[in-house]
């Protein structure tokens, strides 16, 4: 038991250094619990991925654990992890691209710049980032996406200038992300 829990939490520790400002409280799993608030705006979106992602990993295990040699079964619980961060940002990843696909038609646009998943975990947590998760133009306003609210909202004219959308990717029409 102590093993699987180093494990679990080294594997966890070490991807926080991603981006320290936003998964930082996995450094010291107790201060997940001293700012439930700052994590609980985002349920709304990464519960789906959450579910989704754990029962993929326990599936995935489940059937492949018998074919495991005897060095990785000691090394499972990174495994474990390693399939649930996988599955993880590839159904987030999913499950964005279906969201900000269905806000666009909403608000009937042709062009936007969107990034992955991934890259939004990346440069989250700084406020009007020079990056943004992802973007459109509407009327000479720009719009950019939160993962807070799951819709876009315009740019305030005093951050407008930061907004750099030269390393994003372009999507016409209703192409697939």
């Keep these: 038991m102590k093993k699987t829990l180093l494990q679990t939490y080294l594997f966890w520790a070490l991807f926080s250094f991603y981006n320290i400002n936003l998964l930082g409280a996995f450094l010291i799993p107790p201060l997940l619990l001293l700012v439930p608030d700052f994590y609980a705006k985002f349920f709304p979106f990464l519960v789906l991925p959450f579910i989704i992602s754990l029962l993929l990993t326990s599936l995935t295990t489940f059937l492949t654990y018998r074919y495991w ?11 474990y992890n390693f399939l649930f961060l996988v599955f993880f940002l590839l159904s987030a990843n999913y499950y964005k691209n279906i969201l900000i696909l269905d806000r666009l038609q909403k608000y009937n646009v042709n ?25 459109f133009y509407k009327n000479e306003k720009l719009y950019l996406w939160s993962y807070r609210d799951l819709d876009f909202y315009i740019c305030p004219e005093n951050a407008r200038n930061n907004i750099s959308i030269s390393r994003t990717k372009l999507y016409r029409d209703n192409h697939s992300f």
Aim: net charge negative.
């Design 69 to 79: 040699s005897q060095y990785i079964k000691g090394y499972s619980p990174l495994a």
């Design 111 to 135: 062009y936007a710049y969107v990034n992955s998943f991934l890259y939004s975990v990346y440069i989250a947590s700084e406020e009007y980032q020079f990056n943004s998760h992802a973007v």
